[in-house]
């Protein structure tokens, strides 16, 4: 049999999807068809019952500290915000036990895989409709997402990932190492350099301004909000950690387009001062943030297996390096 990292996506999939399977065994669902939405990073499946109900099946990667308590985690913040807020959030639905995460395997993936069901949650995707007005309502929603996480207390002795240092996964710091010199020839490796370190200092200085650390979402960009008629819906919190909003407001806006990034920026911060007071303390605290968005997102492309964004990597690595020199200041 093949090893699994060497399967095209489809094949992996077809592997998953026997994995999906013993998942749901564990679940009072009466399934009449399971369906792929992607398998990009995490396997998504869409579960339709007997009923006529839908929900969303999702097999967790291994890597990026996904862990049984760390996906605990992410159950229960969402738990809570259903319970505590009119935000619309996908709702952990639970097993036959009662339990919020399950774990189940299948023949020719490499290892087991945590699995969640979720509630359905309608809409597309909100990079389909990156209006301005829009933009505005996703300021807003992470507004309220802060709101909560303010007061919200993580169950006690659970460690979740920690946002205080550039590269907060567990995953090796790999970018500067010898295997990788090519990818970041000496002028390169200098900007990528000056940004670690222009980086950990806005973090440094969050870590001794007194502001207490809070649980984000820690991926809420617009592949990750679902648009039903101007509702907006944060899902896939799967990347959820302990940090200030200046880095997941950095994360956001890390996404938003080059050319209308200016305009796109303010609409975002006019909808999050509807429910917040912005967050940044200092002129360049948040591109800081952003930049340490790049550096991560360049290990992770350096750590990952995945054929498909290897064949990527020196277009990626190029292309953060182009975003770093925008941001970097003179």
């Avoid at 407001?249 to 890390?254: E, P, S």
């Avoid at 605290?285 to 968005?293: F, G, L």
Wanted: charged residues 25%; negative net charge; hydrophobic residues 45%.
């Amino acid at each position: 049999m093949r090893s699994y990292t060497t399967l095209t996506t489809s094949g992996q999939a077809r592997r998953l999807r026997r994995l999906a399977w013993n998942a749901l065994s564990f679940y009072d669902l009466d399934v009449t068809q399971l369906r792929l939405i992607t398998n990009d990073m995490n396997g998504i499946f869409r579960v339709d019952t007997r009923d006529r109900r839908k929900a969303i099946l999702r097999i967790s990667l291994p890597e990026g500290g996904h862990t049984r308590e760390h996906v605990a985690a992410e159950m229960d913040w969402l738990a809570a915000l259903a319970r505590d807020t009119t935000l619309s959030v996908p709702r952990p639905l639970p097993a036959r036990d009662g339990a919020l995460v399950v774990e189940a395997a299948a023949t020719g993936v490499p290892e087991p895989r945590l699995c969640a069901v979720f509630s359905w949650v309608p809409g597309s995707d909100l990079a389909e409709a990156m209006t301005l007005e829009n933009i505005a309502g996703l300021g807003e929603l992470m507004a309220g997402l802060h709101a909560h996480a303010l007061t919200y207390q993580p169950p006690a002795g659970l460690a979740l990932l920690r946002f205080d240092r550039v590269f907060p996964f567990p995953e090796p710091v790999v970018l500067f190492d010898e295997a990788f010199a090519h990818l970041l020839p000496p002028g390169r490796r200098a900007v990528f350099e000056r940004a670690v370190a222009w980086a950990q200092d806005s973090i440094d200085r969050l870590q001794t301004s007194g502001e207490p650390m809070r649980i984000l979402h820690g991926d809420l960009h617009q592949w990750n909000v679902r648009n039903a008629r101007g509702v907006l819906s944060p899902i896939d919190f799967e990347d959820l950690m302990l940090g200030w909003p200046v880095q997941d407001i950095a994360t956001t806006l890390y996404y938003f387009d080059d050319e209308t990034f200016a305009q796109q920026r303010a609409a975002f911060q006019s909808g999050y001062i509807r429910r917040s007071p912005w967050p940044e303390r200092r002129p360049g605290e948040i591109d800081s943030v952003i930049a340490a968005r790049g550096l991560g997102l360049a290990n992770f492309i350096l750590n990952d297996p995945n054929p498909a964004w290897k064949a990527k990597t020196t277009e990626f690595i190029e292309g953060i390096e182009k975003r770093l020199l925008r941001l970097l200041p003179d």
